[in-house]
């Protein structure tokens, strides 16, 4: 395995050097918040993620040792974790208030294909929308990508022919994609 970009930076945020946390931050947080509003749907729960992942980033950072994984896939599961920690708690809300209205938003047009694509991500299977996720908006390679998930490649790639099925699916259903 090829040495790890971000393990000179990782220790020196453990020893607490404030530039070094700065350099994280800038280095991390856009792809950070980019995979917690993709697994979310919503924007302002994906900054509570990420700042979550970066107080454990910080609180870890001095005995953190490069393992198995890099230091990139580890933050990404940690925000994946975290992420599903919130979807889980959203399913546990059980209530008996009905709404005092119809929803008045309208319906989406079919001309607004990334939010289609959007919704049609928060309708597959958990686990084939990580692994999207992961490697078409992450930009992660499939070695990178199965690591972060603890799954071989072969297993990452059969959930990205299986996603990838879904999502044609759902948007052909829908009309977005013939």
């Known amino acids: 395995m090829s040495a790890d970009p971000d393990e000179e930076l990782v220790r020196r945020v453990g020893a607490g050097d404030?530039?070094?946390?700065?350099?994280?931050v800038a280095r991390k947080l856009p792809r950070i918040l980019s995979l917690a509003v993709r697994m979310l749907?919503?924007?302002a729960e994906a900054e509570?993620?990420?700042?979550?992942?970066?107080?454990?980033?910080?609180?870890?950072?001095?005995?953190?040792?490069?393992?198995n994984a890099r230091f990139d896939s580890w933050i990404h599961r940690v925000t994946l974790n975290l992420c599903y920690d919130r979807?889980?708690?959203r399913r546990e809300l059980v209530t008996d208030d009905l709404p005092d209205m119809a929803d008045p938003s309208p319906l989406p047009d079919a001309r607004e294909e990334p939010q289609r694509i959007e919704q049609a991500?928060?309708?597959?299977?958990?686990?084939?929308?990580?692994?999207?996720i992961l490697v078409y908006?992450?930009?992660?390679?499939?070695?990178?990508?199965?690591?972060?998930?603890d799954i071989s490649v072969d297993a990452l790639e059969s959930l990205l022919s299986?996603?990838?099925?879904?999502?044609?699916?759902?948007?052909?259903r829908d009309g977005v994609h013939d």
């Open 18 to 24: 404030p530039a070094a946390v700065q350099t994280l």
């Open 41 to 43: 749907g919503d924007a």
């Open 48 to 67: 509570d993620v990420a700042q979550e992942t970066f107080v454990r980033i910080w609180r870890h950072a001095s005995s953190w040792r490069r393992g």
């Open 87 to 89: 979807l889980r708690r």
């Open 121 to 132: 991500l928060q309708a597959i299977a958990p686990r084939q929308r990580e692994a999207i």
């Open 137 to 149: 908006y992450q930009e992660m390679s499939n070695i990178e990508a199965a690591a972060t998930l």
């Open 162 to 172: 299986r996603g990838r099925r879904a999502l044609h699916m759902i948007l052909a």
